[in-house]
């Protein structure tokens, strides 16, 4: 989840003028949100077409191939979409575009591959609240890389989102329902290391647009970073055997799976394509604070819409751990106002 917190301050609107960018943002919130039981619901149809198909590869090569191979097939889609709507502006890239969508395009990528193995073994609502805490990793990441001293309010901001990482990290057996995905992991807490993992890379996909932002065209390197993300998927889920994944059989299953196709398109062209342009357009117009909190939207609006697709129930334990890492990124939010 992208955290405008350590964007640079430049030249930004009044606040008579920001209300269209927070707005955006909050739609921005509301897409990513769908995207945590979308990924959880179209990867799960997706890999038991390939078991149907006696293409399963067994352990965990096998999962991590067919997830990268899924992403690939997202992303190509994204960034196919996206370049047929914006052509016109890919004429000159500059060293910041290349680059930058390079950099911010890798770490997004392996960000992705993580917190989508990790929907594996864990609720969405779970996995969308372990993302929030990039929130609090950013000026975490930039005190280790700046050696700037930890203020007391992040510090207790961080002992809160460990308070709530733990309760999520308990068993939730009454948050299921007959719909619920997610597996037992073959390690105790596999889904939340690997989301926290993601999340950590998500930082870094932070500290990435902050640096390239500044002067990098919005359109080249949200495409950039699209295409990025396409590749290096698809490069990793062809190391790994996915390559047996490419058969007719495999599309005509999935795509005369009504689901699957409804769920995948509103994936690659909402959740990712226009998600990711809008972030890199607006972001830099909100003040870094006010962003830094309506970003906390998205665990909201990703346990909602779990629960609207049935892949989950509220219960006590997401809702209070929830709620205790909201705090702790509305702490860090308020430091940085």
């Known amino acids: 989840m ?6 640079l301050e ?3 609107p009044t606040s008579a003028s920001i209300a269209l960018p927070i707005a955006i943002l909050i739609l921005c919130c509301l897409f990513w949100g769908f995207s945590f039981p979308g990924m959880q619901i179209t990867a799960s ?13 067994p352990g965990v090569r096998g999962q991590l191939a067919s997830r990268s191979i899924f992403n690939a097939w997202r992303f190509a889609i994204a960034a196919s979409a996206f370049f047929l709507l914006t052509f016109s502006r890919h004429r000159r890239f500059s060293r910041a575009d290349l680059i930058g969508g390079l950099i911010v395009g890798l770490t997004f990528c392996l960000g992705i591959l993580l917190q989508l193995i990790g929907l594996r073994y864990i609720l969405p609502s779970t996995s969308s609240f372990l993302t ?5 990793f950013a000026p975490l990441a930039q005190t280790l890389l700046l050696r700037r001293p930890l203020g007391t309010r992040t510090i207790i901001a961080v002992i809160i989102a460990l308070i709530g990482m733990f309760i999520l990290s308990q068993p939730n057996p009454s948050a299921t329902t007959a719909q619920t995905i997610a597996e037992t992991p073959p390690i105790p807490h596999l889904g939340e290391i690997l989301t926290i993992i993601g999340s950590l890379l998500f930082t ?5 647009i902050d640096h390239f932002g500044q002067v990098a065209d919005p359109t080249r390197l949200t495409f950039i970073m699209l295409l990025v993300t396409c590749l290096i998927s698809l490069l990793i889920g062809l190391s790994l055997g996915g390559a047996q994944f490419h058969r007719v059989s495999v599309f005509t299953a999935v795509t005369h799976n009504q689901k699957f196709v409804i769920c995948f398109a509103l994936l690659a062209l909402i959740s990712s394509m226009v998600s ?11 003040p870094p604070a006010t962003a830094a909190v309506v970003y906390c939207l998205e665990p909201v609006f990703g346990t909602l819409f779990s629960v609207a697709f049935a892949t989950e129930r509220l219960s006590a334990i997401t809702m209070v751990g ?14 940085n106002a």
Request: glycine share 2%; no cysteine.
């Open 204 to 208: 870094a996909q932070i500290l990435s």
């Open 132 to 136: 929030a805490l990039s929130v609090i």
């Open 2 to 7: 992208p955290d405008p917190a350590l964007l």
């Open 45 to 57: 149809i997706f890999e038991k077409t390939l078991d149907n198909s006696a293409l399963h590869i």
């Open 276 to 286: 990711q342009y809008l972030m890199n357009r607006y972001q830099p117009l909100v």
């Open 322 to 335: 929830g709620v205790i890492i909201l705090v702790a990124v509305f702490l860090v939010a308020r430091k």
């Open 10 to 12: 430049t030249k930004r």
